[in-house]
């Protein structure tokens, strides 16, 4: 789409990328900013993706939404909600004003990422615009598009690394028929290994989450079942392993927010010299031993990850990433306080891990291929 038929949102961001590209600048992407904090820090001129707004097109019974980037998030949740449908993999937005671009572009998922998968596995499609100004359309708006290069799938998490994200068509899936959420005092291992038992049974898990000491001996295991009859046969079976208590629906429902959004106490008053690690781990790892760490920590995804308050240095995050790795996962500074300094690497790179260095070929070659000139390279995200 060319000239007079251009929207004039679309025009601007070419004429921008192209100016760019001839004066060899880069262009940090945002919608609202409400993930401005996420990734390695930049400087560069912003690129407000905020003004190509909108639901494009929404097929209830075909389970598909499409909408522009800068379309507020909660704008497509409203949509949803009145079809009884959601984002079944529940992106936080950590700002009320996050857009859907943003939410794919962080590639973050919330409590309900254990039993539905990540935010990648419902992009069907997208059209974006590449370092060169060009307008692009990969994948559609059906699950069996296997025609091409999946590039759709690419740019969940890429943090606008590889080209601006115009349009998205995902999958959305209607809301369960019941639900419940169960409450115990129980200790992290327990927790853990109680979750990765029922994980491999026929239950309606749906979320879990561990609140507890760093020492993992006392905490609170909250878990949540959605589905339909199973999850009233399911509540007997697991109460008659742990003592657990039923959670108030509305109690709930505020809960499973704050932790998607991160407003639990275990996540705020974040120190000065703090940062919040993640770790992302394989199901079978059990509780670690994470040096300067002496405040709550939160475990989600059945345990799969981990969030840890600790010392903001470089001598904790490479200690902490050398834990991670040696039981077969990564860790990342996701979020520093006001006293870490701003310049230190958030992400693990991949030369880092020994099963990913293969990527970074890859990784390479597709920076090239969508962003010749640079335009993009923010190193917002290694």
Known sequence: MTGANMNPA????????????NHQSVLSIEGSGSKSWYGNANSHTKLNARTYS?????????????????????EIEAALKEKNQVLAFEPPHFGEHATFGGAIAAGLAGPGRISAGNFRDFVLGTRIMDGRGQDLSYGGKVMKNVAGYDVSRLLPGSMGTLGLLLEASVKVLP????????????????????????????????????????????????IRLAGAAAVKAAIPVMSSLINTNEVDPHIADVFWKELREQQLDAFTNLAADQTLYRLALPAACGPLNIPNSKNEIVLEWHGQQRWIKAAGDEVT????????????????RFKQGIGVDPSLQRFTLLSEQAHSKALEIVQTRLRAAFDPSGVFATSRLP
Do not use: M
Request: glycine share 8%; aromatic share 6%.
């Open 10 to 21: 679309i025009k601007d961001f070419q004429e921008q990328i192209l100016n760019a590209a």
């Open 54 to 74: 909108g639901i494009l097109e929404y097929q209830p019974e075909e389970l598909v939404i499409t909408a522009c980037a800068g379309t507020p998030l909660k």
């Open 317 to 332: 995050f490479s200690a902490i990433k050398q834990i991670a790795s040696a039981h077969g996962g990564h860790a990342s």
């Open 175 to 222: 809301k369960p028929a019941a639900s419940a959420t169960l409450r115990a005092q129980i200790s992290q291992a327990q927790a853990l290994k109680l979750l990765n038992e029922w994980a491999g049974q026929p239950l309606p898990l749906s979320a879990s989450c561990w609140i507890g000491d760093s020492k993992g001996s006392d905490g609170e295991l909250t």
